[in-house]
C-alpha cells in the first residue's frame, strides 16, 4: 500500500501562485506514475499533470501548459506542482495520484492509478 498526503493549497487571487506538494510513504519502490488531478463543483476528475518513472517525462494538460510545473528531486516521496498565472477556472481539489505501473496513453485518465490522496482545496478568486 502507499499513502499519499498533499499540502499547499489555498485562496489566492487571479495571477497568482501557489506550490502544491504530495508526500509518499509506504510501498513507494514500484511506483511508476506519480499525478497531479483536479475535481471542480459538478465536474469530473481531470488529469493536470504527471511524472512517469518509467521514461523520465513529464505530462500536462494542454490547459496548464506554460503555467503549471511539474517537479521532484526525490521523487516519487516526494513531488511538486508550482502553479503560476492562476486562474478562477483553476478552482478545484486537487489531488495526487501515484500508479503500480505507466501507460502514456492514459496519463491523465483516473483508472490508471492505483492509489489517492485525499485532496487539497485551491482557490482562485479576487
Known amino acids: 500500500q502507499v499513502q499519499l498526503m498533499e499540502s499547499g493549497g489555498g485562496l489566492v487571487q487571479p495571477g497568482g501562485s501557489l506550490r502544491l506538494s504530495c508526500t509518499a510513504s509506504g510501498f513507494t519502490r514500484n511506483i511508476y506514475t506519480i499525478g497531479w488531478f483536479r475535481q471542480a463543483p459538478g465536474k469530473e476528475r481531470e488529469g493536470v499533470s504527471c511524472?512517469?518513472?518509467?521514461?523520465?517525462?513529464?505530462y500536462y494538460a494542454d490547459s496548464v501548459k506554460g503555467r503549471f510545473t511539474m517537479s521532484g528531486d526525490n521523487a516519487p516521496n516526494t513531488v511538486y506542482l508550482q502553479m503560476n498565472s492562476l486562474e478562477p477556472e483553476d478552482t478545484a481539489v486537487y489531488y495526487c495520484?501515484?500508479?503500480?505501473?505507466?501507460?502514456?496513453?492514459?496519463?491523465?485518465?483516473?483508472?490508471?492509478?492505483?492509489?489517492w490522496g485525499q485532496g487539497t482545496q485551491v482557490t482562485v478568486s479576487a
Open positions: 495520484a501515484a500508479a503500480w505501473n505507466w501507460r502514456k496513453t492514459d496519463w491523465s485518465l483516473p483508472h490508471l492509478y492505483d492509489f
Open positions: 511524472l512517469s518513472l518509467a521514461d523520465g517525462n513529464r
